[in-house]
């Protein structure tokens, strides 16, 4: 099945700074590549994907950018602000209806 | 815009109890799927159904099963309940091809 590793886990920025979130995943049948915003105890939020016809997407301060060669897909959030703060999580889907989700990076924008 | 809905938001049982989850899905959204979140881990895939169907399977414990009705909202039924099935259960649906939307969650906790 899909494997999905994500790195860093933990990530700390100032306020203002981007932010850089790595994924890779195993089944090159993958096709789509959505990311996950996740606040403590809340729902799992979409903020951006990325379909595998597509080498990158942007939308205001995020962007997605997606090697098919590699196998790797990338979030970078610019001009971060403390509400950016929270567990983000990208995931893979090969068309089974069914996500594998990385294991999260924890971003703290620090004011 | 209409969201997900699932219920209860809070569930506390005794181990061995059963318990029954129920997603609501997005109007017009043919697809449902089930993720189980344990503390401080990434959402794992457990069934998902298309047009009242089953449609992909994944790490479901043989004790859960589940249906979608055909006034599309799911059911997940839980039974012999144990200690380690305390998490936080998603439902989300998708209109077509990945897209997927989660719901609030259920917080079940097993005593």
């Known amino acids: 099945g899909e494997n999905v590793e994500q790195h860093p886990s933990t990530l700390s920025v100032q306020e203002g700074d981007s932010a850089v979130i790595k994924c890779t995943y195993s089944?090159?049948?993958?096709?789509?590549f959505p990311w996950y915003k996740q606040e403590l105890g809340k729902r799992p939020q979409l903020i951006i994907d990325?379909?595998?016809?597509?080498g990158e997407k942007k939308d205001q301060r995020i962007a997605v950018t997606l090697n098919k060669t590699a196998k790797h897909f990338s979030l970078h959030i610019t001009e971060t602000q403390p509400e950016d703060s929270a567990v983000y999580f990208c995931a893979a889907d090969t068309g089974r209806r069914a996500l594998t989700f990385g294991s999260g990076t924890r971003l703290q924008v620090q004011p | 815009a209409a969201g997900v809905i699932q219920s209860p938001r809070h569930l506390i049982k005794e181990k061995r109890e059963t318990a029954t989850l129920k997603c609501y899905p997005i109007?017009?959204?043919?697809?449902v799927y089930w993720y189980q979140q344990g503390p401080g881990q990434d959402p794992q895939f457990l069934i998902s159904f298309y047009e009242k169907m089953q449609s992909d399977k994944g790490s479901i414990p043989d004790r859960f099963s589940a249906q979608q009705f055909s006034d599309y909202h799911s059911e997940l039924n839980m039974s012999s309940l144990e200690l380690g099935d305390s998490a936080l259960y998603f439902c989300?649906?998708?209109?077509?091809?990945?897209?997927?939307?989660f719901g609030p969650g259920t917080r079940l906790t097993v005593l």
């Open positions: 990325i379909r595998s016809n597509v």
């Open positions: 109007p017009r959204h043919d697809t």
């Open positions: 089944d090159s049948a993958s096709n789509y």
């Open positions: 989300a649906s998708s209109p077509f091809l990945n897209e997927q939307f």
